[in-house]
């Protein structure tokens, strides 16, 4: 029997000089899509934003993070560190001409490779982030680290029942790919993200986005962006490159669930726009 959530993204493997890094590629014709996923998910857990964008004739990468998935774990644990792996692993696969596309600690990671000084952020051509980590507290950060690593190095058989009783409105995929991700995770990384031990900031870095960004935020309830941080980015982002936008009907998991099609919807508009 045909496994329902079957991924028929190739698995590749490439050595950096950290460690590795092992990521999904869907093939296509189209325009190249890099994607991050957030803390304690994996390149699986992009499973419907890659297929869907390849079966719009996208070429699709979805990376396993540093720690996470398959791959190795990064040398630190600071936003730029994760940024410089990603810009390799660009640079590595010969990439050019990109789109960048990131979720939670992922956006992080993409607005601070557009806002650095590695070399790959020449390629990246428009930059999606969807409800970003753009600053944390260090007084604050380690009291979320139980509630974010969660199951993380526990088999599915006790995790898919708390992911259920969670988020009980996502598709079956996301359940399998979150319990596997959660398995496969390094309690490592997730403790090293978020026991940084100085306060820092990615808001005033918008400033030097010299691309198209798009910033998709979750409901007030549940956005990882307070207000006074959308105010900062508001009032520092370039106004001609870099628009916001809030999705109703979302969650921080702005790609599981039920507010999948509307972000998605958000995503290939903004896409299609800037592109044009």
Known sequence: MTDPCQITARRTTIQLAYGRISLLEWPGTGRMVVLCHGITSSAATMWRLGRDLAAEGWRVIALDMPGHGQSDLSPAYDIDTVANIVGDVIQTLGLAEITLIGHSWGGATTLALLSGTHPARTVVQQAVLIDPLVRQDAAVAPSWL???????????????????????????????????????????????????????????????????????????????????????????????????????????????????EPTYRALRAFLDASAG
């Open 146 to 260: 139980p509630q974010f690593s969660r199951g993380v190095g526990q088999p599915p058989s006790e995790t898919l029942p708390m992911l259920h009783e969670v988020n009980p409105d996502w598709h079956p995929c996301d359940y399998h790919w979150k319990a596997q991700a959660l398995a496969e995770c390094r309690y490592e990384q997730v403790a090293g993200l978020f026991r940084i031990p100085e306060d820092w900031t990615l808001v005033p870095r918008i400033a030097r986005v010299q691309v198209p960004v798009l910033i998709l935020l979750a409901e007030p309830e549940y956005t990882i962006v307070p207000p006074d941080v959308q105010q900062a980015l508001r009032a520092a982002a370039p106004p001609t490159l870099v628009q916001m936008q809030l999705i109703p009907g979302t969650n921080h998991n702005m790609l599981r669930g039920p507010g999948y």
